[in-house]
């Protein structure tokens, strides 16, 4: 079956470069999700994008922007890296909005900020 | 006070034994309760997910759900290495999010 897709799978960007992170959803999966996921930490929602519409927002720094395009993939934009934005990126989709669809997730992108 | 509470373990459990994971919640406005197995450096994978009070089972993986004490819990019978991973648990609520705990670390020991 096919899964999520995410790329570049390995980024390393130095402080205040900026970075796109793709992700490419289930097909027919219309709801978006992405979370952060530092060492040792567990994954904390950032945006959330239902046919092509922001639905949520959680801890997302300004700094950070993201869309859902007409073919439903979406992009994360960072700019003014950190070193502290260093950590896993994780994409999910699900089948629907209502919070009782199960989300799957990507293989995740690691950025590096040095 | 975390959302989600988890035993951070590790938890040891020889192979063949049976491995019994455990979560609390804080919000009363949960709905679906969802468990992921996550191995280092790798994304979280659906195990279970659970909506509704009593037991779900799925090949070697039970998962319960006790609303009135916002516990939901996780077996694994038959416990293989290949279960070492840490377990997170997580829940939505009125909002699709997934919320998580802190996890597991579960290890089978030959």
């Known amino acids: 079956a096919a899964g999520v897709i995410q790329s570049p799978r390995h980024l390393i960007k130095e402080k205040r470069e900026t970075a796109t992170l793709k992700c490419y959803p289930i097909p027919r999966h219309d709801t978006v999700y992405w979370y952060q996921q530092g060492p040792g930490q567990d994954p904390q929602f950032l945006i959330s994008?239902?046919?092509?519409?922001?639905?949520d927002k959680g801890s997302i720094p300004d700094r950070f922007s993201a869309q859902q395009f007409s073919d439903y993939h979406s992009e994360l934009n960072m700019s003014s890296l950190e070193l502290g934005d260093s950590a896993l990126y994780f994409c999910a989709s699900s089948p629907g909005l209502v919070g009782g669809y199960e989300q799957y997730f990507g293989p995740g992108t690691r950025l590096t900020v040095t | 006070q975390k959302e989600v509470e988890q035993n951070s373990g590790p938890l040891s459990v020889p192979e063949g034994a049976i491995a019994s994971l455990n979560c609390t919640y804080s919000d009363r406005g949960s709905q679906s309760f969802f468990w992921y197995r996550q191995y280092s450096g790798k994304s979280p994978e659906l195990i279970m997910f659970i909506y509704s009070n009593g037991d779900k089972e799925d090949g070697r993986f039970t998962a319960q759900l006790n609303k009135a004490s916002q516990y939901v819990s996780l077996l694994i019978r038959d416990s293989q290495p290949s279960d070492s991973a840490t377990y997170l648990c997580a829940f939505t609520g009125t909002a699709s999010k997934l919320t998580f705990g802190t996890g597991t670390r579960l290890q089978v020991t030959l």
């Open positions: 994008f239902y046919e092509k519409m922001q639905s």
